[in-house]
């Protein structure tokens, strides 16, 4: 007759067969989404490089200087163009001297919003 830790130990070995293929089969499943990831990670960074050098590109100050000047008629101010707050409000009230509260710049400013520590 076969003994009970004849039985047991059969039965132990069995589990512990079944259980390593689980366990491989686990391991496998894992190491195929790692690979996966770091395949996805890579791509990712050579995209972000391939980004840098294209934002690099596009933001070189001579690159953007041609633009501004060509496409938007931009040029570098001029010594006469600085002013101070004091210097702006009378522009502006001089250009504007028609006293109606409703009209305002075309560009938007408020005349009494130029110079508030100057009053």
């Known amino acids: 007759m076969i003994r009970g830790t004849t039985v047991f130990w ?27 990831l770091e395949r996805a990670i890579v791509a990712e960074q050579e995209e972000i ?6 934002w690099s590109n596009l933001n070189q100050p001579a690159r953007l200087d041609g633009l501004g000047q060509r496409l ?12 101070d707050f004091a210097g702006l409000r009378h522009t502006l009230e001089s250009s504007y001297s028609d006293n109606t509260p409703d009209r305002k710049p075309p560009n938007g400013l408020r ?6 520590s100057g009053d």
Do not use: C, N, W, Y
């Open 49 to 54: 490089h391939v980004l840098a050098a294209d």
């Open 72 to 83: 938007l008629g931009l040029a570098p101010a001029t010594a006469a163009q600085h002013t």
């Open 111 to 116: 005349v009494d919003a130029a110079v508030q």
């Open 10 to 36: 059969a039965l132990l070995a069995i589990f512990a067969g079944v259980s390593m293929f689980v366990v491989k089969h686990q391991v496998r499943s894992l190491e195929s989404d790692l690979q996966r």
